[in-house]
């Protein structure tokens, strides 16, 4: 069975690896066929493509666009994209730009909550200083000792309700796939089960999903549960959704699925992969 990650971040967003570091990695452990999918932008897939290219690694460009959805963030990942699109582009570069000024307002709520130069100390981790975002600030919190994990500091900062979050209008729904479809591309919704979504608000989530054309949903995910992997599954039989496998790997000391090493998608599901040429 091919090994299929279809879904990690490189240091383009926030991954801690250069995208050549990632095909290496994904490479030596085993992966067949990978996708580099860098939040909101595509600026790593060269590198990533010529260092897969080298290795014999099969390679899908891809992205993870951020969208608002009954007001919560939720994110579209698109696969097998033709990264030169101009509508694609011009669409990442509109979501990057709010980056910027959201990014000095989670450092004014650090302040005030102690942490004092968090755009500064954030910015250093970024080195892509567009796509500053919390896992930015993350490692800066890390850095000034507060504490030691990631994760650990997203249940003290950086969400609803805690110092260092900021409300912020990202993309559409609407917005999200038609540029990936405009870009050749398969849009497929992340992680599903991480949204802090009303029920309803799932259900009309995948409803528009169907209606705009979008065709996958994250079924076997570095944020799910193995209880989720066949909740999803289900819900991918139900739509009539393709299905996708992706680590969502952002570094090695940060995450807790390396590259390659989840279980295989659930039998019975029809894999978003299954009519590429790999
Ligand atoms: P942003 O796009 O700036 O809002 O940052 C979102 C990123 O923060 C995600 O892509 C994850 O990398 C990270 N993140 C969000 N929530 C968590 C969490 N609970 N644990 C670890 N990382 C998280
Ligand atoms: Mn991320
Ligand atoms: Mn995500
Ligand atoms: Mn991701």
Redesign the pocket.
């Known amino acids: 069975m091919l090994n299929v990650d279809l879904h990690c ?1 490189s240091h383009v ?2 991954g801690t690896l250069a995208p050549s570091e990632l095909a290496a990695r994904a490479h030596a452990n085993g992966v067949d066929v990978w996708a580099l999918t860098d ?2 932008e595509v600026g790593g897939i060269a590198e990533a493509r010529l260092a897969a290219d080298k290795l014999g690694l099969r390679f899908i460009a891809g992205v ?1 666009i ?1 969208i608002t959805w009954a007001g919560q ?1 939720v ?1 579209i990942v698109g696969l097998n994209i033709d990264e030169a699109n101009a509508v694609l582009q011009q669409g990442l570069a509109s979501v990057r730009s709010g ?1 910027t000024q ?1 990014g000095h307002e989670i450092a004014a709520q650090l302040h005030k909550a102690g942490i004092p130069d968090a755009f500064e100390g954030a910015l250093k981790y970024a080195e892509n200083p567009e796509m ?7 490692r800066y919190i890390i850095e000034r000792g507060v504490h030691d994990k ?2 650990d ?3 003290n900062f ?2 609803e309700g805690k110092p260092g979050f900021v409300p ?1 209008r990202w993309a559409t729904l609407e917005q999200a796939v038609s540029w990936i479809h405009a870009a050749g591309g398969r849009a497929v919704i992340a992680h599903p089960g ?1 949204y802090p979504l009303a029920q309803l608000a799932f259900d009309a989530l995948l409803d528009t999903f169907r209606e705009l054309g979008g065709e996958g949903i994250e079924v076997v995910t570095g944020s799910h549960t193995p209880d989720q992997y066949d909740r999803y599954a289900k819900v991918a039989l139900q739509e009539g959704l393709l299905a996708s496998r992706g680590s ?1 790997f ?1 570094g090695p000391k ?1 995450s807790r699925v390396d590259l390659g090493s989840l279980p295989p998608l659930p039998a019975g599901l029809t894999p978003v992969w299954h009519d590429w040429a790999v």
């Open positions: 971040h967003s926030d939040h909101d993870e951020s963030t994110h980056r959201r500053i975002g919390r896992t930015h600030f993350a990631v994760p500091v997203f249940k950086l969400v912020h991480r969502d952002h940060e």
